[in-house]
């Protein structure tokens, strides 16, 4: 377990690392609560620890470049951490042959829709930020209201492939557990949806919460799929 958790942790702290550290300015006014724009730590050790983290990787600043950063997103959250620690965990630690089976094949295919809607959600809150540094976002474009609907209309179409692979499953017992859990989960998303007050940052950040949520419940359901 512990080698499969140090690699995590070290990528996740590398990857927010170098989000904050370049950002700084900019989360001084969306994310004032974050440790580097709140004080608690300092742009030094902030460097530090990111760069402890870090094996290898460039420190490119793309939020200046929306396409780019969801591109970004897309590929680390589609292909780099699932198929990466599968194969760390089945080569490494498991000692055994590297076979892709369908429950990973679907779950590449339902993170790239469903990073696709996280890495269109992440400026919406910070649209002033933003505005305030020139940086076209699509929230900055679109309006807030739009790619927040776009966003929810995504999220629901991944939720609602999960639900029909589901059912294509032989096995009853998977049809039944991933067809409601991911019915539920689409339910949730939606409900919440219509109660998010797009002028209350706190209020979108909460949702955006939500989304993180639902999709560490869908890591339980979709290695069923099969």
């Not at 702290?13 to 550290?21: D, E, F, I």
């Not at 974050?34 to 402890?52: D, E, W």
């Not at 829709?113 to 305030?132: M, R, T």
């Not at 067809?179 to 998303?189: E, F, K, P, R, T």
Request: glycine letters at 6%; a positive charge.
């Amino acid at each position: 377990m512990f080698q499969i958790l140090l690699p995590f942790t070290l990528f996740d702290l590398y990857v927010n690392g170098v989000n904050q550290l370049y950002d700084l300015e900019i989360d001084k006014i969306n994310k004032p609560f974050l440790p580097l724009p709140s004080g608690a730590f300092s742009f030094k050790t902030g460097v530090i620890v990111t760069a402890s983290s870090a094996i290898l990787g460039p420190l490119l600043r793309w939020k200046k470049n929306p396409v780019l950063a969801a591109i970004c997103i897309f590929f680390t959250m589609t292909l780099i951490f699932p198929l990466s620690f599968f194969y760390h965990m089945k080569t490494f630690v498991l000692k055994r042959a590297a076979v892709f089976p369908k429950p990973l094949m679907f779950s590449v295919a339902f993170m790239s829709i469903y990073s696709l809607a996280i890495s269109l959600f992440k400026d919406i809150p910070d649209i002033e930020g933003d505005k305030a540094f020139g940086i076209e976002s699509f929230s900055t474009r679109l309006g807030q209201k739009r790619v927040f609907w776009i966003c929810v209309s995504i999220l629901e179409s991944a939720f609602g492939v999960a639900f029909l692979a589901g059912l294509s499953s032989p096995f009853l017992w998977v049809k039944i557990v991933t067809g409601v859990g991911n019915a539920v989960l689409g339910s949730i998303l939606w409900y919440r949806a219509k109660f998010v007050n797009l002028n209350d940052r706190a209020s979108i950040r909460s949702y955006y919460m939500l989304i993180w949520k639902l999709l560490y419940v869908s890591y339980i359901l979709l290695p069923l799929i099969r």
